[in-house]
């Protein structure tokens, strides 16, 4: 088994089989969305023809939806799986929203929640598209006065409750909707149903990896976790390698890498976060440069799959710094060159 190239396959990173990027968000089941900019090259660069202007448009007509979601973070998730992500992530989430509230000396009452949110959905629904600015504005004309961290906190558990989502695509900030609007009716799964579903969006495009992982990305209980897995019976099979259990699908993809391959992977990418064990990819000796040990993800550098440098986004020429000076910029100046075709402004 050659995990990396596996990977970089069922990740679409390499011969990517969509050409909508809906497509490549419903392959993967959700993707972290952390760095609001960059999040559209980790779904563009998976297609076949990468294009900020595809993005935008599924973006803007509600085909991609972006919220607090898995681990209390930024998610993207398809319309159709919105509601079966919410059902299934919203409580684990809460959860560990309340904990950061508790860290940070922020108590909330249901009363104060009902008052505000009120307002929140008052706003959303009259403009249709909004940002925190907007509400803001709103909470003041009522007399409601509130710092930004504590507004923050009232969106997150109105986009848990499914209230709130993500609204249009703007340049630079985040701006929200109501979720009945973007969306549509609420669609109830089957819960059964929906471990299976999302069980196999992650290996599907995951794998091979672990139960840990699939843990770590779902913010799931481990039963939860096993019992997705049992779910999916014998679609799933069992490969060993160095001492460790991966699960892979019978339908995985094991054709069309190609050797020589430089990627250009934006900061939050599923290629490490989607995993607790990051090692196959990332040489330990560098894992600093990648990520921090409190969560912060940085643009990476990619050869054949495997981790060795730096890049940087919005620089607009190309700069890169490899980890042990092996290549050189010119070596990455096609990757870069379809990074700026893609991310360029219609």
């Given at each position: 088994?050659?995990?990396?190239?596996?990977?970089?396959?069922?990740?679409?990173?390499v011969?990517?089989?969509?050409?909508?990027?809906?497509?490549?968000?419903?392959?993967?089941?959700?993707?972290?969305?952390?760095?609001?900019?960059?999040?559209?090259?980790?779904?563009?660069?998976?297609?076949?023809?990468?294009s900020?202007?595809?993005?935008?448009?599924?973006?803007?007509?509600?085909?991609?939806?972006?919220?607090?979601?898995?681990?209390?973070?930024?998610?993207?998730?398809?319309a159709?799986?919105?509601?079966?992500?919410?059902?299934?992530?919203?409580?684990?989430?809460?959860?560990?929203?309340?904990?950061?509230?508790?860290?940070?000396?922020?108590?909330?009452?249901?009363?104060?929640?009902i008052?505000?949110?009120?307002?929140?959905?008052?706003?959303?629904?009259?403009?249709?598209?909004?940002?925190?600015?907007?509400?803001?504005?709103?909470?003041?004309?009522?007399?409601?006065?509130?710092?930004?961290?504590?507004?923050?906190?009232?969106?997150?558990?109105?986009?848990?409750?499914?209230?709130?989502?993500?609204?249009?695509?703007?340049?630079?900030?985040?701006?929200?909707?109501?979720?009945?609007?973007?969306?549509?009716?609420?669609?109830?799964?089957?819960?059964?149903?929906a471990?299976?579903?999302?069980?196999?969006?992650?290996?599907?495009?995951?794998?091979?990896?672990?139960?840990?992982?699939?843990?770590?990305?779902?913010?799931?209980?481990?039963?939860?976790?096993?019992?997705g897995?049992?779910?999916?019976?014998?679609?799933?099979?069992?490969?060993?390698?160095?001492?460790?259990?991966?699960?892979?699908?019978?339908?995985?993809?094991?054709?069309?890498?190609?050797?020589?391959?430089?990627?250009?992977i934006?900061?939050?990418?599923?290629?490490?976060?989607?995993?607790?064990?990051?090692?196959?990819?990332?040489?330990?000796?560098?894992?600093?440069?990648?990520?921090?040990?409190n969560?912060?993800f940085?643009?990476?550098?990619a050869?054949?799959?495997?981790?060795?440098?730096?890049?940087?986004?919005?620089?607009?020429?190309?700069?890169?710094?490899?980890?042990?000076?092996?290549?050189?910029?010119?070596?990455?100046?096609?990757?870069?060159?379809?990074?700026?075709?893609?991310?360029?402004?219609?």
């Open positions: 088994m050659n995990p990396i190239a596996i990977r970089l396959l069922n990740q679409q990173l011969a990517p089989r969509f050409d909508d990027p809906v497509e490549v968000v419903g392959h993967l089941g959700a993707i972290q969305a952390q760095e609001y900019r960059m999040m559209r090259w980790a779904v563009s660069m998976r297609t076949k023809k990468p900020a202007k595809a993005f935008k448009d599924a973006f803007d007509n509600g085909s991609i939806i972006r919220l607090h979601l898995m681990r209390g973070t930024w998610q993207l998730v398809t159709e799986d919105y509601w079966m992500m919410i059902d299934l992530c919203a409580d684990k989430a809460l959860a560990v929203t309340k904990g950061w509230m508790s860290s940070n000396n922020i108590s909330i009452s249901d009363e104060e929640i008052r505000i949110r009120e307002v929140l959905v008052r706003t959303a629904g009259d403009q249709g598209s909004v940002t925190k600015e907007d509400f803001v504005r709103s909470l003041s004309n009522k007399g409601l006065l509130m710092d930004e961290h504590r507004l923050s906190y009232h969106i997150r558990l109105a986009e848990l409750s499914g209230v709130l989502c993500s609204g249009d695509l703007l340049p630079m900030k985040a701006s929200y909707s109501l979720a009945l609007d973007k969306v549509g009716s609420r669609v109830k799964v089957d819960r059964d149903e471990l299976m579903r999302l069980t196999r969006k992650y290996f599907q495009s995951r794998q091979p990896a672990t139960l840990e992982d699939y843990v770590w990305w779902s913010g799931l209980n481990i039963s939860d976790c096993r019992r897995i049992a779910l999916l019976g014998d679609t799933l099979h069992v490969e060993r390698w160095k001492g460790r259990i991966f699960y892979l699908t019978d339908d995985c993809r094991t054709r069309g890498f190609r050797k020589g391959k430089f990627l250009l934006p900061p939050y990418d599923e290629y490490l976060i989607g995993y607790k064990s990051r090692d196959i990819v990332l040489p330990a000796e560098h894992r600093h440069h990648a990520h921090s040990n969560g912060i940085r643009p990476i550098v050869r054949d799959g495997v981790v060795c440098g730096n890049w940087f986004p919005f620089n607009e020429n190309c700069q890169v710094t490899f980890f042990n000076g092996e290549y050189r910029v010119e070596d990455v100046m096609d990757a870069w060159m379809g990074y700026k075709r893609a991310m360029k402004k219609d």
